[in-house]
Nanobody
Framework: QVQLVESGGGLVQPGGSLRLSCAAS????????MSWYRQAPGKEREWVASMTPATSTTYYADSMLGRFTISRDNAKNTVYLQMNSLKPEDTAVYYCNAKKTRGFTVDNYWGQGTQVTVSS
């Protein structure tokens, strides 16, 4: 069955760094666009970053550009999110997403999330 398992969250001070990982299984990882989303308390889930499968092109939300880096290792079926210069407003549950669109069919998978708390 499909599994996306995030790890690497935790408590970090403002200005610090964290690296999130998402280990995937049960589908052809290399053919999926991999993304990170986050959801802060009382807010809607928001998109953070994406990486395409073939060209590994990356896209970032404006507020994360320059601070966050998404990467993937197709050999390990893992996607990463390196987060630097963290701010208290980055506090949220971070979710891994895998998506593939084939015509009218969309395969869309989510992980369970990992908590990131930025606080002094």
């Amino acid at each position: 069955q499909v599994q996306l398992v995030e790890s690497g969250g935790g408590l970090v001070q403002p200005g610090g760094s964290l690296r999130l990982s998402c280990a995937a299984s049960g589908f052809t990882f290399s053919s999926f666009t991999m993304s990170w989303y986050r959801q802060a308390p009382g807010k809607e889930r928001e998109w953070v970053a994406s990486m395409t499968p073939a060209t590994s092109t990356t896209y970032y939300a404006d507020s994360m550009l320059g601070r966050f880096t998404i990467s993937r290792d197709n050999a390990k079926n893992t996607v990463y999110l390196q987060m630097n210069s963290l701010k208290p407003e980055d506090t949220a549950v971070y979710y891994c997403n895998a998506k593939k669109t084939r015509g009218f069919t969309v395969d869309n998978y989510w992980g369970q999330g990992t908590q990131v708390t930025v606080s002094s």
